[in-house]
């Protein structure tokens, strides 16, 4: 019998070649495409290291970076920056490594346990990855990551918010969200807290769909409301 991070694996590769496909399917009523959703979550997060004043060359970890939809965005954004994308799906892996090989590592692991040292990091980022993970495992894995983390480094996790009606309504027709458990944002928050990082931060975003653009400046006052579509816990480990 499988153990369940190989169950995980066989899941993630059965849609790897179709993902962008099945993900843009379930987009239609926010009126954007798939691109926009993986590009704001890179200047999100690019905005937050910014803030912080890291280098320019900082080393950073795309865990459940999947087929590697992030990876274009961040070399935009951070062109300077070394970059490993980790995932349980070897086919993902597979098909990122493809296009992107020359500019990120692509590194799988057994989703228990990161195959790196401790301290690596300054920055991990994951997007839309802890739903699909068994909500037992979230604090063992919080710990892998916090152990990676640099000490001063930073972690920025995106989630959909349960809260939002057309959220769950996206994700429940999507066939590779079919096992998903959205996570509330408070609790993640507290995810974090407990693991031992601080200056914990939950913003929600997306409140407007793509006819509605144009309100999105409006976002920034919105961030405490927690009707946004998605939304970013993000945390320090203490230096």
């Not at 997060?45 to 890291?54: A, F, P």
């Amino acid at each position: 019998m499988k153990n369940k991070h190989q169950m995980e694996e066989a899941e993630f590769d059965k849609f790897a070649d179709e993902y962008n496909e099945l993900y843009q399917s379930v987009l239609g009523p926010s009126g954007e495409s798939a691109e926009f959703f993986a590009e704001y979550k890179i200047k999100d997060t690019v905005q937050l290291i910014n803030k912080y004043k890291y280098p320019a060359n900082l080393s950073i970890l795309d865990f459940g970076a999947g087929i590697g939809t992030s990876v274009p965005y961040f070399l935009k954004h951070l062109p300077d920056c070394k970059l490993t994308c980790l995932d349980v799906s070897r086919k993902s892996l597979d098909i990122g490594a493809s296009k992107f090989s020359k500019r990120a590592k692509f590194l799988h692991f057994d989703g228990k346990k990161i195959p790196l040292p401790d301290n690596t990091f300054d920055v991990v980022f994951t997007a839309c990855v802890f739903h699909h993970i068994p909500p037992e495992a979230h604090e063992s894995l919080i710990s892998e990551i916090y152990r990676i983390l640099k000490p001063g480094g930073i972690f920025v996790a995106f989630e959909h918010n349960p809260k939002n009606f057309l959220t769950v309504r996206a994700v429940n027709a999507c066939s590779f969200d079919e096992n998903a458990i959205l996570i509330q944002g408070k609790a993640f928050r507290s995810l974090l807290n407990n693991a031992g990082m601080r200056n914990e931060q939950l913003h929600y975003r997306i409140f407007f769909p793509g006819f509605l653009r144009l309100l999105r400046p409006l976002e920034s006052y919105l961030k405490w409301l927690p009707l946004g579509a998605q939304y970013y816990v993000y945390a320090e480990k203490p230096a």
